[in-house]
């Protein structure tokens, strides 16, 4: 019975071990992320102050005082652009996308611009969140 107690309190901390792992974000400089970041960063944010950077195993993070954040992958390509107090910057956002929001809400803004391998995720300062498929169409849409 021992041993069993011992093998469970040794897979738990094993297994706690990998999440803190997972989680782990690592402060770096702006100057230690991808060549690619830091130029789309200068192009579209430079009129920002970043507030904090940081790494995982699988992406970087560049986080602003005015409450923008971007995240890229290990090579330096955007994942998610969150604009929340102000809007994605518009040569971002791939045309059919910036279509379809104009032609079905004319008036909204959009404020986070996520891109996945299924496609991309939108999300608009009048609350609603489009999904679009790699090939641009419209798959989900919620409120």
Request: contains cysteine.
């Amino acid at each position: 019975m021992k041993s069993v107690k011992s093998i469970l309190v040794l897979l738990v901390m094993v297994a706690f071990s990998f999440t803190a792992k997972a989680d782990y974000d690592q402060v770096i400089t702006y100057n230690q992320l991808p060549a690619v970041a830091q130029t789309m960063l200068k192009t579209y944010f430079a009129d920002r102050v970043p507030l904090v950077v940081t790494m995982d195993w699988d992406d970087y993070t560049v986080r602003y005082e005015s409450g923008e954040k971007v995240e890229f992958d290990k090579q330096g390509n955007w994942k998610d652009i969150d604009c929340r107090s102000s809007h994605v910057p518009s040569e971002l956002i791939p045309e059919q996308i910036k279509a379809a929001v104009r032609s079905t809400f004319p008036a909204a803004i959009i404020l986070k611009l996520d891109r996945n391998r299924r496609g991309y995720e939108v999300k608009l300062n009048n609350g609603m969140e489009i999904e679009f498929n790699r090939s641009f169409q419209v798959i989900d849409m919620d409120d």
